[in-house]
């Protein structure tokens, strides 16, 4: 079999007129001789009838302490909308086609309701329909326990559940459609001269997606490295370009990368982050706190300890619990709320000396205060005030020539 999976997200199959267009790309891949496989997401985003965070809503309307088990439920059904009225529209264009919804499909989750992992794939049932000439469709976002037991895979499911039934079929590519043109040097709602990245490797594109890049998920871009597959963002709108994701041993990567000289690759940006500092806090006392962080799942990042101040970053929404259990461990601590995280993303820079340099100097010619630090070997993160991402970002991408 010639396998392709498309992975169609909520914007691309908010409408008739918009699915219209996704069963031209399928027909298209399908007249060029694939076996398609062909996963969606839910009808649009938050506010649209069928999207996720409306039918959460229209539950939390109801109890707001609603369990996670029926929580899943309704939220698997989003998934479903949108698969049955995609079939269908195939249908009508003489194009065989059927729907399988995660379970069907074989997608075996580990029973963590709202963020489960997938265990395995047995695709066996996949593999009949296409063996029928059939376009599978696939809900993505959700699978089944061993059990019986519905469970979504948490944001940016539909990604890991392309990804996965991609790496249980054998198949070479999976190209993910949304509705921007690829993986861009930044975002472009912030940086007007942000460009689409034409090839780009795991690592680099892994870190873009985990500090705060929407394209893709993170946990998707670690399947497909673990599996050699290579991904593929397109626009639904504009099919033809797009960004490839692989490794450097992938001839098209390794080319791209070798006439790239850039140090960098791209800026990510995070908002919704608190800066908290504890201060003259008893090792003791600050590892039983952080053993409450972890019974609350509060993850914390850009960590900074000394003996005298612990500082650390967590998401604003965690904070109400946080300040909870500082207060019980009657601990003096500092926050500073409205903040971002703006992250420079290169795998070139390890042990390349003045690049934080460079990056000290620019925000403080446009007069941004940094609050906190971290890095890694091929990223460096700036904590600022949010009001100052915008002059951030733009000041950065043009420090670093990603425009060029």
Not at 150 to 156: A, S, Y
Request: charged share 25%; proline share 2%.
């Amino acid at each position: 079999m010639n396998i392709l999976v498309q992975k169609f997200g909520g914007t691309s199959v908010e409408s008739y007129e918009k699915m219209d267009k996704v069963c031209e790309i399928i027909k298209k891949h399908k007249d060029d001789g694939y076996d398609l496989v062909i996963v969606v997401s839910a009808m649009g985003r938050k506010g649209a009838p069928y999207a996720t965070d409306t039918l959460i809503q229209l539950c939390k309307q109801a109890n707001e302490d609603m369990s996670k088990r029926e929580l899943d439920l309704i939220m698997s059904c989003g998934e479903i909308i949108s698969g049955t009225l995609l079939v269908n529209i195939l249908k009508s264009k003489k194009i065989n086609s059927i729907l399988l919804t995660g379970a069907q499909a074989g997608i075996i989750t580990n029973g963590k309701y709202g963020d489960s992992s997938v265990v395995k794939v047995n695709p066996q049932r996949i593999k009949k329909e296409l063996e029928k000439n059939n376009v599978v469709v696939v809900t993505g976002f959700q699978g089944i326990t061993e059990d019986g037991e519905v469970t979504t895979l948490g944001r940016g499911g539909s990604d890991t559940s392309a990804v996965i039934v991609g790496a249980g079929l054998s198949a070479k590519i999976v190209e993910i459609y949304t509705d921007v043109d690829g993986i861009m040097t930044a975002d472009p709602r912030i940086e007007p001269n942000a460009k689409v990245i034409e090839c780009i490797n795991y690592d680099d594109v892994f870190q873009m997606a985990e500090k705060g890049a929407k394209v893709i998920h993170p946990r998707a871009v670690e399947i497909a490295k673990n599996n050699n597959i290579v991904l593929k963002i397109k626009n639904t709108s504009n099919p033809e370009n797009g960004t490839s994701i692989g490794s450097y041993l992938s001839r098209e990567i390794d080319t791209y990368m070798n006439n790239k000289k850039d140090l960098m690759t791209g800026i990510a940006n995070a908002n919704g982050i608190a800066q908290v500092k504890i201060i003259d806090c008893k090792e003791t006392t600050f590892t039983d706190l952080l053993s409450d962080m972890e019974q609350n799942e509060i993850s914390i990042d850009m960590i900074n300890f000394f003996v005298k101040e612990k500082a650390f970053t967590i998401e604003e929404e965690k904070l109400k619990c946080l300040e909870k259990l500082l207060d019980k461990y009657d601990i003096t601590y500092e926050i500073v709320k409205n903040c971002s995280k703006v992250t420079l993303i290169g795998s070139r820079i390890n042990g390349i000396p003045g690049v934080m340099v460079r990056i000290v100097r620019v925000l403080s010619e446009a007069k941004i205060e940094i609050l906190q630090t971290s890095d890694s070997r091929m990223t460096i993160s700036c904590l600022i005030k949010q009001e100052d991402l915008i002059k951030a970002v733009n000041a950065l991408h043009k420090e670093f020539n990603l425009s060029k």
